[in-house]
């Protein structure tokens, strides 16, 4: 499990997250939500060791994660895919997820067949440059190559902006196929109404940085998630 508690962040002297806490649980999807510039992203880097925090704690499965760095995040099994994708757009599809290979033991340096069978257009075009791929196939590539790492702790930021329908429901499915798994912790900041509710177990709404609900999805109907969203 991963727990976060009251973390506070900064940027210079502004202050973008106010005492948030959070709980994610293996074999569920935590969606954090909230208009542009509530602190979302904010709040996955300091997850994935992208920015420091000032105060707080980050626990997974009940041992104090620290202030990590990104590479300290990622052995510790935190696997974060940004907005924007960040994908290497020079490097063929095989060389992009074998980056992933960095912290992992030799031994497990490897692209697990399952990685394909989520995306099975990555295994037909593993010969060709990440630039070259559609957007939603680079999205589905830098998930993919998230999941090379077998993180504990998947955060996904903005999975959907700006992809078609057809791939926006194939990266439904996949996420809903590792939930079924049990395993990994799912965190996902979207924007995207309709994908959130199909997927959420747990919604948690930031209005600039604080925590406005924190509650499981059974309890919260589609008008008491628009009012927490429009304050």
């Given at each position: 499990m991963l727990t976060v508690e009251n973390l506070t962040l900064r940027y210079g002297q502004?202050?973008?997250?106010?005492?948030?806490?959070?709980?994610?649980?293996?074999?569920?999807?935590?969606?954090?939500?909230g208009n542009n510039g509530?602190?979302?992203?904010?709040?996955?880097?300091?997850?994935a060791g992208r920015h420091p925090y000032v105060d707080g704690q980050i626990t997974?499965?009940?041992a104090a994660l620290g202030h990590l760095s990104a590479s300290?995040?990622?052995?510790?099994?935190i696997a974060y895919v940004p907005q924007g994708r960040e994908i290497f757009p020079l490097m063929s599809v095989a060389e992009n997820l074998e980056t992933g290979f960095a912290c992992l033991p030799k031994d497990a340096r490897?692209?697990?067949e399952d990685v394909f069978e989520l995306f099975p257009v990555l295994a037909e075009m593993r010969g060709r440059r990440g630039g070259d791929l559609s957007g939603g196939q680079q999205q589905q590539l830098a998930i993919a190559r998230a999941l090379v790492t077998r993180p504990r702790v998947l955060l996904l930021d903005e999975p959907t902006e700006g992809i078609q329908p057809n791939i926006i429901a194939q990266i439904g499915e996949v996420i809903r196929?590792?939930?079924?798994?049990?395993?990994m912790c799912i965190?996902?900041?979207?924007?995207?109404?309709?994908?959130?509710r199909g997927l959420a177990d747990r919604y948690?709404?930031?209005?600039r940085g604080v925590v406005e609900l924190d509650a499981p999805a059974v309890d919260v109907g589609a008008e008491r998630l628009l009012e927490a969203l429009s304050l």
């Open positions: 502004s202050q973008i997250l106010h005492g948030v806490s959070l709980t994610a649980r293996p074999g569920e999807v935590t969606c954090v939500m509530m602190g979302k992203t904010s709040l996955l880097k300091a997850i997974l499965d009940g300290r995040a990622a052995r510790a099994g490897k692209v697990r196929r590792l939930r079924a798994e049990g395993e965190v996902l900041v979207e924007q995207n109404f309709d994908f959130a948690l709404t930031l209005r």
